[in-house]
Nanobody, 121 residues
Framework: QVQLVESGGGSVQSGRSLRLSCAAS????????MGWFRQAPGKEREGVTI???????SYADSVKGRFTISQDNAKNTLYLQMNSLKPEDTAMYYC???????????????WGRGTQVTVSS
């Protein structure tokens, strides 16, 4: 079955960097769009960034210029490089996969279980 497993979260100080990974299995990796979402305590889940099967990307305004999504198709792995982290980036980060329209709408076919990112000031 399809599995998405995130890793790389942790606690860092403001201004530092983290790289999240999402290992995918159970489907043809390059056939789906992939995305990162996050949910902070008391807030709704929000889309952070998406990468389409053709490699095109888009970002939420709040992370543009600081976060970079990438993927290694040979390793079936999605990455999120997060630089210049801010306390407001604190959230559970989720990997997601599915048709592009579903990922963009926040209703992908598959979700990972998440990895926690905590940024202190």
């Amino acid at each position: 079955q399809v599995q998405l497993v995130e890793s790389g979260g942790g606690s860092v100080q403001s201004g530092r960097s983290l790289r999240l990974s999402c290992a995918a299995s159970g489907y043809t990796y390059s056939s789906y769009a992939m995305g990162w979402f996050r949910q902070a305590p008391g807030k709704e889940r929000e889309g952070v960034t998406i990468i389409d099967s053709d490699g095109s990307t888009s970002y939420a305004d709040s992370v543009k210029g600081r976060f970079t999504i990438s993927q290694d198709n040979a390793k079936n792995t999605l990455y999120l490089q997060m630089n210049s982290l801010k306390p407001e980036d604190t959230a559970m980060y989720y990997c997601a996969a599915g048709p592009r329209s579903g990922v963009l709408a926040g209703i992908p076919d598959y979700w990972g279980r998440g990895t926690q990112v905590t940024v202190s000031s």
